[in-house]
């Protein structure tokens, strides 16, 4: 336990020396578009930011060792927002205000979609779009970052600072460059201290020593290069922003709010792909595993605080919470702690946070940028299989450069569900097909030869995946060339997931192209609970495809289906024969028998007689009958434990069951039982034992003719099972 406390005290503490100088950075980045005044409030943001989200989600959330902060996607969507307000000349008091609202009702929107059990699906949006959204966040902080790494006018923009060498200063780029330099360099340097702080004390030591040569840099007041003075934390401080953001909330119309819906969204999205996107690498590395809608409630209750003590937006971050977990961090304490030692840091050194050099904390936040760029989705473009997620890549970075990160956001959703629909048509909706399978109804081996000769009067397509309107096309051309060709089509829906009006709409073309041409649509195994714990079945009977008039067969199991049909080919086939029960000489083991030995036999055994649903034996019983069907049919099934019975299969008029126990006289090893009026012929071992004495020739030629039929069934199963193993 002890360990367990001073690894979480350690793991805290090296998550805080990484994430302040971040949240610094990322306050400053949201705020610095309205002038240098506010960024010393951008700096108190990051870091109220930290301290709320960082206590909230780790009372909240259930992931030890996530790390909760300000976070780079939050500084880009609130930047991009802060730039268009104040290009449109709104007051700063509004400004702050939008900003304000966007992070509470982003957190609300992160808490309704953690209580509906969203945060399973938002981890499916496309790794495509996600990259591209990334990589717009990377290059918007890189642009915005780079006048102040170059030290130009507040004014001046991206374009202009690189065209404008004059404007460059000289002291801003040496403590840019030396930051980001032992940004990169840190790794090979030191493993004991984090990057970001690596890269903080060589940007103080690149500014102490630049600011010998630069006096104007040595003083506090109306210098560019720091954050300058920070007004002291207090709550009269917090709640008279509040109060004066509550006033100009008052005086805005209703219609203004309207401008904040789409960042709310944006940014309630964002945190949240990017605070489960470290969940999951947290679980690889420690073996755990996150509710991913208890981590997206916290987050909302943190970034909900947050944004009402006036700090920003945040998510769990991944540099931090690597760094937790490096320095011993096991548990949620550390995230606690990180956020203990943050307002601790603030506190005693609160006053030193003003000479932090601006253009050192730009210096991290390129790295950052730059890292946060996926390169690997350049390389998409080589290969056909991935060239449109190149393009969709592309094109969400595109619209994030050319217009902003929000209407990106709705190109990044909307390329979402293209992607989602190439994926769901490119899929082969039937997984297998054939001329009728076999069921698990044993046949004699006339019937057989029926079948064999019958097999092509009957189609059987084993669906799967989505039937909707984008595959609904390929489902009806794989069905239309059997239409007129073939008597039934069967379609086993085990596999399907779902199942739509338009899909359903072509099944129904397939049935009434069927019917004008003689034939039968049949369904089996519809499946239940599905979308929305859907009925499909009475779905199918509400848009009127499955009813009385329809003239769809529609069974609970694929054999049972397959049965159908065996028995309707079987029939047309012997339709006009006279159907009688079946006498000893036609079973199989009794052929090579006189007419004498048949008749002794027929002395010895007895006639039995069920109704459908009788049971003959069941498993577990001790017995030593073999049974001949002469009319009706038996099912054998194998009980399982908290299941439904395993049905091993159907033995129909002219076969036999119960040899196992014969030969052997061992217990039952299944259930059987009548399926419909059954008569059937019992022979016990211990009287033919008897006969064996009297007419030992007679017993040898019914033993090699049973055995024979057991081989000729034994070679049957095998071309079962290799078909199910090509399946």
Wanted: proline letters at 4%.
């Amino acid at each position: 336990m002890k360990k367990e406390i001073l690894g979480d005290i350690f793991g805290g503490l090296s998550a805080m020396l990484v994430a302040f100088p971040s949240a610094v950075a990322f306050g400053l980045v949201v705020f610095s578009p309205m002038g240098q005044r506010y960024a010393a409030f951008g700096a108190q943001s990051g870091i109220i930011g930290t301290i709320a989200l960082g206590l909230l989600a780790a009372l909240i959330g259930g992931a030890p060792r996530l790390i909760s902060a300000p976070c780079a996607p939050a500084a880009a969507v609130l930047a991009a927002f802060v730039l268009e307000a104040f290009q449109k000349e709104q007051s700063p008091n509004e400004i702050l205000l939008f900003v304000s609202i966007i992070a509470i009702l982003s957190a609300l929107f992160q808490l309704m979609i953690g209580s509906l059990g969203g945060g399973k699906l938002i981890k499916f949006i496309p790794y495509s779009v996600v990259a591209g959204y990334l990589s717009s966040v990377g290059l918007i902080i890189f642009s915005s970052q780079l006048p102040k790494f170059l030290g130009t006018p507040h004014s001046a923009k991206f374009w202009e600072s690189l065209s404008s060498p004059q404007s460059w200063s000289i002291p801003s780029i040496t403590v840019g460059f030396a930051s980001m330099s032992a940004m990169i360099l840190s790794g090979r340097v030191t493993r004991a201290i984090p990057a970001p702080i690596f890269s903080l004390l060589a940007g103080l030591l690149a500014y102490y020593v630049t600011s010998q040569f630069y006096p104007e840099m040595q003083t506090l007041l109306q210098n560019p290069l720091v954050v300058g003075p920070i007004d002291p934390v207090s709550l009269g401080s917090i709640f008279g922003g509040l109060q004066e953001r509550f006033l100009t909330a008052s005086t805005l119309p209703i219609s203004s709010l309207q401008i904040v819906m789409v960042p709310s969204i944006t940014l309630a999205v964002l945190l949240s792909i990017d605070t489960l996107k470290t969940c999951v690498v947290v679980d690889a590395l420690t073996r755990s595993k996150h509710n991913s809608n208890r981590e997206l409630l916290a987050q909302g209750a943190g970034n909900l605080v947050s944004a009402l003590l006036g700090g920003l937006a945040g998510a769990g971050t991944m540099g931090p919470t690597l760094v937790n977990i490096s320095s011993g961090g096991v548990s949620r304490r550390s995230g606690l702690l990180m956020a203990l030692f943050t307002l601790m840091t603030l506190w005693i050194a609160g006053a030193l946070v003003a000479w932090v050099p601006v253009p050192a904390l730009a210096g991290i936040l390129i790295v950052i940028a730059y890292r946060m760029i996926d390169k690997r989705s350049l390389a998409f473009i080589k290969e056909p299989s991935t060239r449109l997620d190149f393009y969709v890549t592309a094109s969400v970075i595109l619209t994030a450069l050319v217009w902003n990160l929000i209407a990106a956001a709705g190109v990044g959703f909307t390329l979402s569900l293209f992607l989602f629909l190439r994926d769901q048509i490119r899929g082969q909706v039937v997984r297998r097909k054939s001329h009728l399978f076999r069921s698990k109804k044993r046949r004699v081996a006339s019937e057989l030869d029926l079948l064999e000769r019958e097999r092509s009067q009957a189609m059987v397509f084993e669906l799967q995946g989505n039937l909707f309107f984008g595959t609904a096309d390929q489902l009806m051309s794989e069905l239309a060339p059997y239409v007129g060709k073939v008597k039934y089509i069967l379609l086993d829906l085990k596999r399907v997931r779902s199942v739509d009006l338009t899909a359903t709409h072509r099944l129904d073309q397939i049935r009434l192209d069927l019917e004008s041409t003689g034939g039968q649509l049949l369904l089996s195994q519809i499946p239940r609970g599905l979308e929305k714990e859907r009925d499909t079945a009475n779905y199918f009977r509400q848009v009127g495809f499955v009813t009385d008039e329809s003239n769809i067969k529609v069974f609970a199991t694929l054999d049972q289906a397959l049965i159908w049909i065996e028995d309707r080919l079987l029939k047309d086939q012997t339709q006009g024969k006279n159907q009688t029960t079946v006498q000893l000489h036609e079973f199989e083991p009794f052929k090579q028998l006189s007419d004498d030995s048949i008749g002794i036999i027929s002395n010895i055994g007895t006639v039995q007689k069920l109704h459908s649903g009788d049971r003959v034996f069941a498993s577990g019983d001790v017995g030593d009958q073999i049974y001949f069907i002469q009319h009706g049919s038996i099912q054998i099934t194998l009980p399982l434990t908290g299941g439904e019975p395993h049905l091993i299969g159907t033995f129909g008029q002219g076969d036999f069951f119960g040899d196992m126990a014969f030969l052997d006289q061992g217990s039952r090893s299944a259930d059987a039982f009548a399926t419909e009026e059954t008569q059937l012929f019992v022979l016990s071992r211990k009287a033919f034992d008897q006969f064996t004495v009297e007419h030992p020739r007679a017993a040898s030629r019914f033993y090699a003719s049973l055995s024979q039929t057991l081989a000729a069934r034994l070679r049957h199963s095998d071309v079962e099972i290799s078909t199910l193993q090509e399946a």
